[in-house]
């Protein structure tokens, strides 16, 4: 087996000793991927995605969308039905073994062995990463305030997530794979369990981190990937993301507001207009709403809008306007 | 659900004490058995099986006492219901609770985590069947009778090949399902529908519980070896449902 010691391809460059580093250090990267089950599809044929080396990439999507599939594949606990994975440097190949030794990863699904005591549950959860990754584990966990020496029947929800949390943070990993790590969580855990997340990804792990929780992706991430459908609809930058947001005004006119009202706003400095209902979001081709703003005063046969909102949308908001689906 | 070694050692001890006071109880009672013969034998008259039964007995005597209450009455069907509990849940028991993902998420192979649940199980099921068998020759002492060691290994190599198929076709089932108490009560059905075969003096040929018929442990003590057709294809069905189990076991999404 090549770890992360023993693998030393390319040495990185620059004064003092660099850490050994081997081909495909940190990356996931997936070519031609697609699975099915039945006649439903999971993700649709011919999914492309390179991440890493290093840094949290948001994985967003509504609920059936194909995120926890996805994840679920790269670590082999989910068949590939086709296409290539190649995480960390191991090719996905049979059980996914060779890619579940070099990567960590937290199910969504929160069914834990509740006659366990939560020192013994970390244990069994980090069977096959060795007396480190153990001990690491049980001090996350412990600096989480969690009982250990209780059973996990007695484990609130989020005690769960985070022992999860804590058996995922444990081995010395390149790859971290982490579904819905936070959900459940009261704002501080949250928060704690981010910082984490950050300086782990500051020390040059990739962590893919799905989440219902879009505040925690605007935190976190660095990249997001937008699946809807089982097909990636957005893979952008956060940033871009933000300075995309400040391009959209979302205006609500009065109820009984006269019709074609996308066809009124269209315009040279107008990209896309989304009619709601009486709720209108505008996404404008420059960052400046002041033409737009001027140009709607004048327009003829226009109620006066209600209000009119700039640069305060929500991640899911932003979604909604951005590529005209629910985010989650 | 067993899982673990703890699980295991627990579950194997429980059964072989179960089969330990079976045994005791039944070597204790053979002074007042062998006393009161015909009056049991007339008991045991209207059901041709048991009057059978009885006559082996007669015949045969200790040997064939012992084998009849510790293999045929305590070994087979008990055992039988031990490999079907500890054999449904192995899997299914991991579906059924949820438990899947975590178990598999390890870097562990399926194939070691599949071999280990299966040894495990069957050890359970076996161990004791051993254990108590070698205790037969102690308690014998104590009614002045006894047994060879060869015929008391012989015998119960022979029980546990009859009760490797059945555990390995329940855990096979396990593999794929993810109901246990539905596997269970299947597997359980289907082996008191055999015993109840056995019984039926015309059916009686069709019935498994014919492997472990009195007469073929007593031939086993005679010839000194197996019968190697009725044990051969024992475990070959033994292999081929474990090479069953193994590949839905790789296939199985969590």
Not at chain 1, 28 to 43: C, Q, T
Not at chain 1, 232 to 246: G, L, N, Y
Not at chain 2, 60 to 77: D, L, N, T
């Amino acid at each position: 087996m090549t770890t992360r010691t023993e693998a030393a391809i390319s040495p990185s460059e620059g004064p003092g000793p660099a850490p050994p580093t081997y081909a495909g250090q940190g990356v996931i990267s997936v070519e031609g991927l697609g699975h099915r089950f039945g006649d439903k599809i999971a993700l649709q044929d011919g999914l492309n995605l390179t991440l890493g080396p290093g840094g949290v990439v948001g994985l967003l999507g509504p609920n059936g969308s194909g995120k926890s599939t996805l994840m679920r594949i790269l670590v082999g606990l989910v068949p590939k039905q086709m296409g290539t994975a190649v995480v960390d440097g191991a090719t996905l190949l049979g059980d996914g073994l060779a890619v579940r030794k070099r990567v960590t990863y937290a199910p969504g699904e929160l069914h834990l062995y509740g006659e366990m005591k939560g020192s013994e549950h970390l244990k069994l959860l980090l069977r096959g990463r060795g007396h480190a990754a153990v001990e690491k584990a049980l001090s996350i966990a412990a600096g989480l305030d969690l009982p250990l020496h209780r059973r996990v029947r007695g484990y609130s929800h989020g005690m769960k997530r985070q022992l999860l949390f804590a058996a995922s943070m444990g081995p010395d990993v390149r790859v971290r794979i982490l579904d819905e790590i936070s959900e459940g969580l009261d704002p501080t855990k949250r928060s704690q369990i981010l910082g984490r997340i950050e300086e782990d990804a500051d020390s040059g792990t990739t962590i893919l981190l799905s989440s219902h929780h879009l505040a925690e992706i605007d935190r976190a991430c660095k990249r997001i990937v937008f699946l809807n459908d089982g097909r990636i609809i957005a893979d952008e930058d956060s940033e871009a993301v933000r300075q995309r947001a400040a391009r959209v005004i979302k205006i609500r006119f009065a109820e009984g507001s006269e019709g074609l009202i996308e066809a009124k706003l269209q315009g040279d400095d107008v990209e896309r207009v989304d009619v709601e209902g009486n709720d209108v979001r505008v996404l404008l081709r420059e960052e400046d709403p002041r033409p737009f703003l001027g140009r709607l005063s004048g327009i003829q046969g226009l109620s006066a809008p209600q209000s009119v909102e700039h640069g305060k949308l929500s991640l899911r908001e932003l979604y909604r306007s951005l590529y005209g689906v629910e985010g989650t | 659900m067993i899982r673990g070694i703890k699980g295991y050692v627990l579950y194997g001890l429980g059964f072989f004490i179960v089969l330990e006071l079976m045994l005791f109880a039944a070597i204790f009672y053979w002074p007042t058995f062998a006393e009161n013969f015909s009056a049991i034998s007339k008991l045991a008259s209207p059901i041709p099986m048991l009057r059978n039964l009885t006559t082996v007995v007669k015949e045969e005597g200790i040997p064939a006492y012992v084998i009849g209450q510790h293999y045929f009455k305590g070994c087979s069907a008990l055992g039988t219901a031990a490999c079907v509990l500890f054999a449904a849940s192995a899997i299914a028991g991991e579906a059924h609770r949820g438990t899947m993902e975590i178990w598999l998420s390890r870097p562990v192979s399926r194939t070691r985590l599949l071999t280990e649940r299966w040894l495990g199980g069957l050890i359970a099921v076996i161990l004791p069947v051993f254990l108590s068998s070698y205790t037969i020759p102690y308690l014998l002492d104590m009614v002045d009778e006894s047994m060879q060691w060869d015929d008391i290994t012989r015998c119960s190599i022979h029980m546990c090949l009859f009760l490797a198929p059945i555990y390995a076709i329940t855990f096979a089932w396990s593999a794929f399902g993810s109901e246990p108490l539905r596997i269970s009560f299947v597997m359980l059905f289907l082996s008191i529908l055999t015993f109840a075969l056995y019984l039926v003096e015309s059916a009686t040929d069709y019935s498994l519980f014919r492997i472990v018929d009195v007469r073929v442990f007593l031939e086993i003590l005679k010839t000194k070896s197996f019968d190697w057709k009725m044990v051969g294809p024992l475990l070959a069905a033994t292999g081929i449902f474990y090479v069953v189990a193994l590949k839905a076991f790789q296939r199985r999404t969590p």
